[in-house]
C-alpha cells in the first residue's frame, strides 16, 4: 500500500487533474492519497490559499471580499465542469463564504483550499473523502502524532480508497489548526506512517530537487534514497518538501 500526496501546481486545473487521476490510477497500490490547495496554473495566476487569506483579511475588516472570491469560485468551477462531476460545487463553495462571512478564524478559512480541492478529487476519482479534522490532532499548537496516528488508523483502514485534505487538523478546542504554509506533505507524512505504508510518494511538477545555479539554466542534484540530505535541503529553503515531514517517517527507515 502507498500513500501518495499531490501539490497546489499539480492540481490548479482540469487538465492537470486528468494526469493526477492517470498517475493514482495506473498502481492499485496507492490507497490514500493527500491533496494541496490549487496552485497556480495557465487560467488562475493566484494560489487559492493565498486569495483565502486575503479574503479572511477583508472580511476582518468588514470589507467586501466577493471580488476575490469570485477568483476562488472559477478556479473550482471551471475544474468541475470541465471534467463534469457529480459534486455540488455550487453549494460547498457557498458554505465556506458563509463561514468567512460570519468570522471564521485565519486558519479555518486558508485550510478551506485542501477541503475542496479533496473533495473534488474524491469525486474525479470514485474515492471516498475523508477529512483530515477527523485524522490529525493538534495539542497546544502541535501535532500530537501518537493520537492521530491512532486515528488513522481507526478511520482511514474503514475505507479502501480515500482522499484526504492536507495542511491542517483539529485541536483540544475543536476547532481547526493548520501546519506552516506547505504542511501537505507533513499530512502525507503522518499518514504513510502510521499505516506502515510502503511508500510514501510526494507528487509535484518539478523533478526532484534541483540546484539552482543561473536564472537561465538548471543543475541536476541528485540524492538518490538519502533521507538526510532531503532533511537538510528542506532546512536549507529547498521548496520542494516541506522540513517537517521528515520526522514522523525517520523511524521507518534506515538512513
Not at 93 to 98: F, T
Not at 141 to 160: A, C, R, Y
Not at 197 to 209: C, I, K, L, P, R
Amino acid at each position: 500500500m502507498k500513500v501518495a500526496k499531490f501539490g497546489g501546481s499539480s492540481l490548479a486545473d482540469a487538465r492537470q487533474l486528468k494526469k493526477v487521476k492517470d498517475i493514482i490510477l495506473e498502481d492499485d497500490a496507492r490507497k490514500y492519497i493527500v491533496v494541496s490547495a490549487p496552485g497556480k496554473g495557465v487560467n488562475n495566476n493566484h494560489k487559492v490559499t493565498d486569495l483565502l487569506a486575503m479574503c479572511h483579511e477583508l472580511s476582518a475588516h468588514e470589507l467586501n471580499f466577493n471580488e476575490v472570491y469570485k477568483i476562488i469560485e472559477n478556479v473550482f468551477k471551471n475544474i468541475v465542469d470541465d471534467l463534469v462531476l457529480d459534486i455540488d460545487i455550487d453549494k460547498i463553495l457557498a458554505e465556506v463564504k458563509d463561514e468567512i462571512t460570519n468570522g471564521a478564524s485565519y486558519d479555518f478559512v486558508i485550510s478551506r483550499g485542501e477541503f475542496i480541492s479533496a473533495q473534488v478529487l474524491a469525486a474525479y476519482l470514485g474515492f471516498e473523502f475523508v477529512d483530515a479534522r477527523d485524522l490529525i490532532v493538534f495539542t497546544k499548537g502541535v501535532v500530537d502524532l501518537p493520537k492521530s496516528e491512532d486515528k488513522i488508523k481507526e478511520i482511514l483502514t474503514q475505507h479502501e480508497n480515500a482522499v484526504v485534505p492536507g495542511f491542517y487538523g483539529e485541536n483540544e478546542e475543536g476547532k481547526v489548526n493548520t501546519f506552516s504554509r506547505g504542511g501537505s506533505d507533513v499530512t502525507g507524512s503522518i499518514i504513510a506512517s502510521a499505516l506502515d505504508a510502503e511508500m510514501y510518494e510526494n507528487f509535484t511538477d518539478v523533478s526532484g530537487f534541483w540546484l539552482l545555479t543561473q536564472k537561465s539554466s538548471r543543475t541536476p542534484l541528485l540524492l538518490d534514497n538519502y533521507l538526510q540530505g532531503v532533511e537538510e535541503l528542506s532546512y536549507m529553503g529547498a521548496k520542494v518538501l516541506h522540513e517537517e515531514a521528515i520526522f514522523p517517517l525517520r523511524t521507518k527507515i534506515f538512513l
